[in-house]
Structure formats: structure tokens, C-alpha cells
């Protein structure tokens, strides 16, 4: 559904969004299933991480083609991808099962992100929709992104509440993935220090 979806983009604003929506609403589904079903596996979880990886990391190469500063959503992308990355193979070196066992981190937003699916789904959709909604305000290729945040937000008091609640859940969702990168990085060295001595 993303490969038609992103195909149609710059043709169809409105149908890429519709598309893309429905495939991360499918997404989470599967996952949903898979727990109810009994269903869950590591190929499985590794699978929906990349695949969650690759839609975000398109949009986001999308929406830094639009927007100026482009750069922005670049380094969104390489915080995304490094994070997750960075989190599920330290998770994996240290026999975890799940990248979400993170009950022994002393961050409490780490830990009540990955405790709570209501609220990780809760800034998982502000992130996704926020740039959905980034990608239909863009009305030429060299948007100006403050520009076209302040413009939406001063349309009306819908507007703003809307965009302060997805902005909230997206500002949480990247805070996390900076604590996940240095919690996961830690859990590296620590391994490799652990391992020297034993040598």
C-alpha cells in the first residue's frame, strides 16, 4: 500500500495521506493480532520495526524535498533509524527478547513509553500524523516549515490545539528516541567492558 502510496504522492496529496494512514493504522493492527493471536516472534517484531522504519524514513526524505530547512527532517530520519537501530541490536547483545524490556533504565519517560502502549500509540500517531499534515499544508516546494506551522496554528483555536497536542506527543516520541540512543549505547560499552574483563 506505501510503494502505491508514495508513487502517487506529489499527483494525489490527499489519497498518499489516506494510504498512508491506513498502512500505519494496518500496522498496528498486525501487531495487536499477533499478541491477541499468540502469534508474536522476534522475526516478527524485527519485521515491523523495519517496515515502520522505511515508511517514516520515506516520508520524512518527502517532506525534506519541501520543506526549507530540509535538513530538519534528515536528521529526524538518522535520529529514528539510529535509535531503533541502536536500541534493538544492544537489547539483543544482552539477551533480552523484546527491545521493549527497558523495566531496568532510570529513565521514567523511557520506561512509562514502552510500559504503556496507549501511551506510545499516543506519540507514535502525533509523529505520523504531524507530518501527514506537514506534507497536505505544503502548497509549493520551498515551504518555509515556521512559516507553514505558525500560518496553521493562527487559522483557528482547533488548529492550534490540534497541532500543540500532536506536537506534544511528537516532542515526546523524538525525546525518547534520544534517551533510547544513549541507553542502548551504554548498554554497548558496558557489554564490551564486561567482555574485556572476562578475557
Not at 517532506?63 to 541490536?89: C, E, K, N, T
Not at 488548529?159 to 497536542?165: E, H, K, R, S, V
Amino acid at each position: 500500500m506505501n510503494c502505491f502510496a508514495f508513487a502517487i504522492c506529489f499527483k494525489d496529496k490527499y489519497l498518499f495521506s489516506v494510504l498512508y494512514f491506513i498502512s500505519f493504522a494496518c500496522d498496528a493492527l498486525d501487531g495487536w493480532f499477533a499478541r491477541k493471536l499468540n502469534q508474536v516472534s522476534t522475526f516478527g517484531a524485527v519485521l515491523d520495526m523495519v517496515t515502520d522504519r522505511i515508511s517514516t524514513a520515506c516520508l520524512l526524505v518527502i517532506l525534506s524535498q519541501v520543506y526549507r530547512p530540509g535538513f530538519i527532517f534528515l536528521l529526524l530520519l538518522a535520529l529514528d533509524i539510529a535509535s531503533h537501530w541502536l536500541q534493538m541490536y544492544s537489547s539483543f547483545l544482552v539477551g533480552k527478547t523484546s527491545h521493549k524490556d527497558v523495566e531496568d533504565s532510570s529513565s521514567w519517560l523511557f520506561r512509562a513509553y514502552y510500559a504503556n502502549r496507549k501511551f506510545m500509540g499516543y506519540c507514535c500517531v502525533s509523529c505520523e500524523v504531524l507530518y501527514i499534515i506537514l506534507f497536505l499544508l505544503a502548497k509549493k516546494q520551498t515551504e518555509n516549515l515556521t512559516d507553514v506551522l505558525v500560518n496553521a496554528a493562527t487559522q483557528s483555536w482547533i488548529y492550534l490545539t490540534l497541532l500543540a497536542l500532536i506536537l506534544f506527543g511528537w516532542t515526546i516520541k523524538q525525546s525518547v528516541n534520544l534517551i533510547q540512543i544513549k541507553t542502548a549505547a551504554d548498554a554497548c560499552i558496558l557489554y564490551d567492558i564486561n567482555k574485556k574483563q572476562k578475557d
